[in-house]
Nanobody, 122 residues
């Protein structure tokens, strides 16, 4: 069973950067697509970025050009590089394992990390 642990969140000023990491257990990590979700108070959890087992990526419109998802299969780790952060990026960020129903349609399995808090404030 996949186990996920997020890290790298914190407090950052608007315009700043953070890199989130998600370490996964299991011997078949490379077979999974991986995604980053976030949830702000009073909001539904939303998909921020996804990456297929082959390395193709998809992003929410709100983060395109600012966030980059990547993976290192040798380290069983997925990353989210977040640049030009805005206050509206404030949320708990969660790592997820999933799959692509189509080439651009990410679907999550019920595998989640504990979440890491990202706060963007001056």
């Amino acid at each position: 069973q996949v186990q996920l642990v997020e890290s790298g969140g914190g407090l950052v000023q608007p315009g700043g950067s953070l890199r989130l990491s998600c370490a996964a257990s299991g011997s078949i990590f490379s077979r999974y697509a991986m995604g980053w979700y976030r949830q702000a108070p009073g909001k539904q959890r939303e998909l921020v970025a996804g990456i297929s087992s082959g390395g193709n990526t998809n992003y929410a419109d709100s983060v395109k050009g600012r966030f980059t998802i990547s993976r290192d299969n040798a380290k069983n780790t997925v990353y989210l590089q977040m640049n030009s952060l805005k206050p509206e990026d404030t949320a708990v960020y969660y790592c997820n394992a999933g799959f692509y129903l189509t080439y651009s349609d990410y679907r999550p399995y019920d595998y989640w990390g504990q979440g890491t808090q990202v706060t963007v404030s001056s």
